[in-house]
């Protein structure tokens, strides 16, 4: 069926190296693909996206790379702060959904000192 | 970034009562979700909020539970009937803004349930 999710569902990295957060997606008629990023006792806040017709879109310190012939997501965050702790959520948007936009499970990182 | 308020920002609720959460969007946006967020767990669409029609819900989810207002373009509210442990959860609201109709969050509404 239907599934965005995430392989692990913690990830402790240390402070300064990069993590990668992975995602897998199911439904290849989603052609708009989310990462946002929430933290203990706020809303999801949006971090970058992307569309099908791209494989890679970089923003500050975050990358993320699509591969659709696998249907894979990825968040790269380069030299990780304390600030980036918190769930990461990967989320679709198929084209023919009205917007709606489809949520992963999460993975937690953990920044260690 | 989109600015989107909710109110109340918590509650703590009796079993069989009812509760409606808020959501205030600062510009004009022409559609609204409702989101659930059940402790621990990623979001689940309850609905979208439609101006001047009646929301569409979610399988899973009826008008009855969640009856849901659109009275205007910036405003929804989202009502949580006859309420039970089992609704304790964060509620969000969501609203596209911008040119690239970013999805942007409320703060959400933490609820809980006695």
């Known amino acids: 069926g239907e599934s965005v999710g995430l392989h692990l569902p913690t990830l402790s990295v240390q402070e300064g190296d990069n993590s990668i957060i992975n995602c897998a997606y199911s439904?290849?008629?989603?052609?708009?693909f989310i990462w946002y990023k929430q933290e203990s006792g706020k809303g999801p806040q949006f971090i970058i996206d992307?569309?099908?017709?791209?494989d890679k879109r970089q923003g500050q310190r975050v990358t993320v790379l699509l591969n659709k012939t696998v249907k894979h997501l990825s968040l790269q965050i380069a030299a990780t702060q304390p600030g980036d702790s918190a769930v990461y959520f990967c989320?679709?948007?198929?084209?023919?959904?009205?917007?709606?936009?489809?949520f992963g499970k999460g993975t937690r990182l953990h920044i260690l000192p | 970034s989109a600015v989107i308020s909710q109110k109340p920002s918590r509650d703590i609720c009796q079993r069989g009562t009812s509760l409606t959460i808020q959501c205030q969007v600062d510009?004009?946006?022409?559609?609204m979700f409702w989101y659930r967020q059940q402790p621990g767990q990623s979001l689940t669409l309850i609905a979208t909020?439609?101006?001047?029609?009646?929301?569409?819900?979610e399988s899973g989810f009826v008008i009855d539970k969640f009856p849901i207002s659109r009275p205007n373009l910036t405003f929804s509210t989202l009502t949580v009937s006859n309420m039970s442990p089992e609704d304790s959860s964060i509620y969000l609201c969501?609203?596209?803004?911008?040119?690239?109709?970013?999805?942007?969050f409320g703060p959400g509404t933490r609820l809980l349930v006695l």
């Open positions: 909020a439609n101006q001047g029609s009646e929301a569409t819900y």
């Open positions: 969501s609203a596209p803004r911008g040119v690239q109709e970013t999805q942007y």
């Open positions: 992307i569309r099908s017709n791209m």
């Open positions: 989320a679709e948007n198929k084209a023919n959904r009205d917007d709606k936009i489809i």
């Open positions: 510009s004009q946006v022409t559609m």
């Open positions: 439904n290849s008629a989603s052609d708009y």
